[in-house]
Nanobody, 126 residues
Framework: QVQLVESGGGLVQAGGSLRLSCVAS????????MGWFRQVPGNEREFVTA????????DYADSVKGRFIISRDNAKNTVYLQMNALKPEDTAVYFC???????????????????WGQGTQVTVSS
């Protein structure tokens, strides 16, 4: 079992940057692949990015590739999402999630993640 708590959301103008953090507790953080998802009311939860247990592999949705960077610090039990060149369409609630399976493959489907944070709101104004 792992508990996840996101922070760092807020209101930013288009073109600006934000860094989200997700702190894990309750289990061995380095055992989990980690992902970030986002959701707009009325829409399904959308994959944003994922990182493997020891940062060897990352995966990005096309919509954020080149603008967002995922990273993790296993010593701090934390995964980060650096968001640059933000656009109004990036407005959403952002969730971090943990995948407990040992497979090396990073996953994009939300149902394949086992644990979720409560989310943090990101609003990008035009």
């Amino acid at each position: 079992q792992v508990q996840l708590v996101e922070s760092g959301g807020g209101l930013v103008q288009a073109g600006g940057s934000l860094r989200l953090s997700c702190v894990a507790s309750g289990s061995i953080f380095r055992n989990y692949h980690m992902g970030w998802f986002r959701q707009v009311p009325g829409n399904e939860r959308e994959f944003v990015t994922a990182i493997s247990r020891h940062s060897a592999f990352t995966d990005y949705a096309d919509s954020v590739k080149g603008r967002f960077i995922i990273s993790r610090d296993n010593a701090k039990n934390t995964v980060y999402l650096q968001m640059n060149a933000l656009k109004p369409e990036d407005t959403a609630v952002y969730f971090c999630a943990a995948d407990r399976r040992a497979s090396a493959s990073l996953r994009r489907a939300s149902w394949e993640y086992d644990y979720w944070g409560q989310g943090t709101q990101v609003t990008v104004s035009s």
